[in-house]
């Protein structure tokens, strides 16, 4: 695994859309598997800009989400449809036909999940999963517990996740409390791996990662002041670029 250290979000969120740049330059028609939350949110902002500044096209690109709240239309402004349209999507020339997010809006749950699943598949599988991480460890809405071989399922959120989530919502709304998540199964299958943290609320869950053959975890500072093998990451990074690039 390449723990990746930069001084700030931005630098670090540059990083991990330089990563997707370079992945879509060498595969024009890639599957990116992406994610909402706040942790993505800059990355997205470079993507948009490199997308308007004529340097990348997203034109073939297929996308599938995560996860998405059982309860919200797609048109409902906080479901994660609604989020990756603003976000992302309505942003840059990707045929919105091949952006995936899990469908939660018809009660048959279970076949969503599978054809999310086949879906996947049909479209060759993930090359590169862009991931966030809760404070508590969960990647997608895969909750602290969830089997390492599981694939797209409901599952029920934590009290700590929709705390932390309610930041989003208005007092208001109602906060589902269930959701679809691609599995720990599902997400391991990807060629690729990236995942973001940014934040001191982060160092915890980013300490206690477990490994992908292929996973590049970007974080910034903050996010990687509990690591116990800070200095030795920082050091085999300079030794990556220097041998390796
Ligand atoms: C949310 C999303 C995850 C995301 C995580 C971190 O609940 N379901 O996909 O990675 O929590 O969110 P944030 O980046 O806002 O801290």
Same mark, same amino acid.
């Given at each position: 695994m390449r723990v990746v250290i930069l001084p700030t979000e931005q630098e670090a969120s540059d990083f991990a859309a330089d990563f997707i740049e370079k992945l879509i330059i060498e595969k024009e028609n890639a599957v990116l598997g992406l994610a909402t939350g706040s942790s993505v949110l800059l990355t997205y902002e470079a993507l948009i800009k490199k997308y308007q500044s004529g340097e990348m096209s997203f034109k073939n690109i297929t996308t599938f989400n995560l996860d998405e709240y059982i309860g919200l239309q797609p048109d409902h402004t906080q479901s994660y449809r609604h989020y990756m349209n603003r976000k992302l999507f309505n942003h840059i020339d990707i045929d919105h036909k091949k952006t995936y997010i899990p469908e939660c809006f018809n009660k048959d749950y279970e076949s969503s999940c599978e054809s999310y699943?086949?879906?996947?598949?049909?479209?060759?599988? #993930?090359?590169?999963?862009?991931?966030?991480?809760?404070?508590?460890?969960h990647i997608g809405f895969n909750e602290p517990t969830s089997?390492?071989?599981?694939?797209t399922r409901v599952k029920t959120l934590t009290q700590n996740t929709i705390k932390n989530n309610s930041r989003f919502f208005e007092n208001n709304e109602v906060q589902p409390s269930i959701a679809i998540t691609m599995g720990i199964g599902t997400i391991m299958e990807a060629q690729n791996i990236i995942l973001i943290g940014l934040g001191k609320h982060k160092s915890k869950a980013v300490a206690d990662l477990q490994n992908h053959r292929n996973a590049v975890v970007v974080l910034d500072n903050l996010a990687a002041s509990n690591l116990k093998l800070y200095d030795?990451? #920082?050091?085999?990074e300079k030794m990556y670029l220097e041998y390796m690039c």
């Amino acid at each position: 695994m390449r723990v990746v250290i930069l001084p700030t979000e931005q630098e670090a969120s540059d990083f991990a859309a330089d990563f997707i740049e370079k992945l879509i330059i060498e595969k024009e028609n890639a599957v990116l598997g992406l994610a909402t939350g706040s942790s993505v949110l800059l990355t997205y902002e470079a993507l948009i800009k490199k997308y308007q500044s004529g340097e990348m096209s997203f034109k073939n690109i297929t996308t599938f989400n995560l996860d998405e709240y059982i309860g919200l239309q797609p048109d409902h402004t906080q479901s994660y449809r609604h989020y990756m349209n603003r976000k992302l999507f309505n942003h840059i020339d990707i045929d919105h036909k091949k952006t995936y997010i899990p469908e939660c809006f018809n009660k048959d749950y279970e076949s969503s999940c599978e054809s999310y699943e086949s879906k996947v598949r049909e479209n060759g599988g #993930i090359d590169l999963q862009l991931l966030g991480i809760g404070t508590n460890g969960h990647i997608g809405f895969n909750e602290p517990t969830s089997s390492l071989s599981s694939r797209t399922r409901v599952k029920t959120l934590t009290q700590n996740t929709i705390k932390n989530n309610s930041r989003f919502f208005e007092n208001n709304e109602v906060q589902p409390s269930i959701a679809i998540t691609m599995g720990i199964g599902t997400i391991m299958e990807a060629q690729n791996i990236i995942l973001i943290g940014l934040g001191k609320h982060k160092s915890k869950a980013v300490a206690d990662l477990q490994n992908h053959r292929n996973a590049v975890v970007v974080l910034d500072n903050l996010a990687a002041s509990n690591l116990k093998l800070y200095d030795y990451y #920082i050091h085999t990074e300079k030794m990556y670029l220097e041998y390796m690039c």
